[in-house]
């Protein structure tokens, strides 16, 4: 019989670490002979999204695109302004809208892959429509063992209390208390209720694919994978570091700046696209990088939705700190291309939040890590980080976004992560790691391989 073309429906959720794992993997799946329709909600939250989902559709001309107008809803509670938090819940609150716009898909759909914000709506949908639905996790492993969790820990609140000092997750180590992101600790949250009802799905999707590799997250995969976290999970399917696509080049100074520092000078300074760093912080930061001998690449953002983001440089940073600094080091505003800088020999360290993206570009590159965890899922992530020998972490600064770290404190971990050669070595190898993990016949190729072929069946 004729060969069937896989061709897959993915379905991202809000903001730019949801949008970024979707685009890599669709690029993936273009160039391994799949049909592609991608899906995207419209209006979306930032600016960086749309111009990247336009970007994607013109230089992938043989993608599909299906534009999902959200109708407007008000948000069910008013337990967070988040407007992250606020799409994500508009969105699977819309989802069922899209099952006739799926159903007449021509050719006709053979998998749906959805972000694992959507997944409890998604679903539905799937089994309607007599197809498979992996959910694409954007998140690391470790904390999937926790959401996966998080049904149970809510629903017992001796289990999930902020005076216990470690949460108990069965097959794996306890996590200590202050690595769970605040808002779990209130059921009716709409990030912690959207958690809770899409976890409860996870039996019901055919696999989950996670942007980590078998090498990075031993222990927490085969714990998944054994059934000694919860015996009903489907198969947790690692097929990362994504391999990014190209973007837009940069027509900005950075570049030829960093083209002549020397190797492995540049520290890169970056807290990914939903912190908004306190002015207190960001001058602590600003007396850091003054007074060290570091070169640096700092990226500024004030705001947690780009496009709020009009306070201008010089409005945040000092005369004094711009004038002592201007041959040595760089501050941007806005949009810069990460995946590009990361890959620059001039770069030696990443000061970095920790989002899940990041980190996956990070050990694509070998890159050490100082981990300076904001929000969210980061503080597991940095943990992650750390035990793999990527990077090093300073538990006691807690979470970015609620404390205020000095500079002589920053100053102390820059120098370590710049000067530590265990640690560069320890990166390094990560870098070959997870570079073969993604090689043909590499521990993720295969599994992406594996899911293909299952996704025609
Ligand atoms: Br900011 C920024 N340029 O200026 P994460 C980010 N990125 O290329 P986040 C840029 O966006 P969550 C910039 O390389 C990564 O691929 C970066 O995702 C890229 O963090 C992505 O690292 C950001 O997961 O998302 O945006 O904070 O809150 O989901 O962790």
């Known amino acids: 019989s004729e060969a069937i073309r896989p061709h897959i429906a993915l379905f991202p959720s809000a903001g730019m670490g949801h949008l970024t794992p979707f685009l890599r993997l669709a690029s993936m799946l273009l160039s391994n002979n799949c049909d592609v329709t991608l899906i995207t909600a419209k209006p979306t939250v930032s600016v960086a999204e749309s111009t990247h989902i336009s970007f994607f559709l013109s230089t992938h001309p043989e993608a599909k695109h299906l534009e999902f107008q959200l109708p407007y809803l008000q948000p069910s509670n008013s337990s967070t302004d ?70 149970i820990l809510t629903s017992d609140p001796t289990k999930l209390s902020s005076l216990s000092t470690e949460i108990d997750i069965p097959g794996l180590k306890p996590l200590p208390v202050e690595s769970i992101p605040p808002p779990f600790f209130n059921s009716d949250h709409l990030f912690t209720a959207n958690l809770v009802s899409n976890a409860r799905a996870l039996p019901e999707v055919k696999g989950i694919l996670m942007n980590t590799f078998n090498w990075f997250e031993p222990e927490t995969l085969s714990a998944l994978n054994s059934g000694r976290v919860l015996s009903n999970l489907p198969p947790i399917l690692p097929i990362g570091p994504l391999v990014p696509y190209e973007l837009k080049r940069e027509e900005r100074q950075y570049l030829p700046w960093l083209d002549n520092q020397p190797t492995e000078s540049v520290v890169y300074v970056n807290f990914g696209s939903r912190t908004a760093m306190s002015k207190d912080q960001i001058r602590e930061l600003q007396d850091c990088l003054e007074s060290i001998e570091y070169r640096f690449l700092w990226v500024l953002k004030s705001s947690k939705v780009d496009k709020d983001d009009q306070e201008d440089l010089e409005a945040l940073l000092s005369h004094s700190f711009v004038e002592s600094t201007k041959n040595r080091g760089i501050v941007v505003k806005g949009w810069i291309n990460q995946q590009e800088i990361l890959a620059h020999p001039a770069i030696g360290g990443f000061v970095s939040h920790c989002g899940w993206n990041s980190v996956g570009e990070a050990a694509q590159r070998g890159i050490p890590v100082l981990a300076w965890p904001q929000h969210g899922d980061q503080r597991v992530n940095a943990e992650v980080v750390e035990k793999a020998g990527l990077g090093i972490w300073e538990r006691s600064w807690g979470w970015g976004v609620e404390s205020l770290v000095k500079q002589e404190e920053i100053q102390r971990k820059i120098g370590e992560l710049m000067e530590d050669k265990k640690l560069r070595s320890t990166a390094k190898k990560v870098g070959e790691e997870a570079k073969k993990a993604g090689e043909i016949g590499g521990s993720s190729n295969k599994v992406l391989m594996q899911v293909l072929q299952l996704s025609i069946q």
């Not at 819309?94 to 799926?102: E, N, R, T």
């Not at 470790?142 to 969790?149: G, V």
């Open 82 to 151: 988040d407007p992250f938090f606020i799409q994500f819940e508009a969105i699977l609150r819309s989802v069922h809208l899209l099952h006739p716009l799926l159903y007449s898909l021509s050719p006709p759909l053979t998998a749906i892959f959805s972000d694992f914000v959507v997944a409890s709506g998604v679903t539905r949908i799937a089994v309607d429509l007599g197809l498979p639905h992996y959910v694409v996790a954007t998140f690391s492993a470790k904390f999937l063992s926790l959401m996966a969790y998080l049904p």
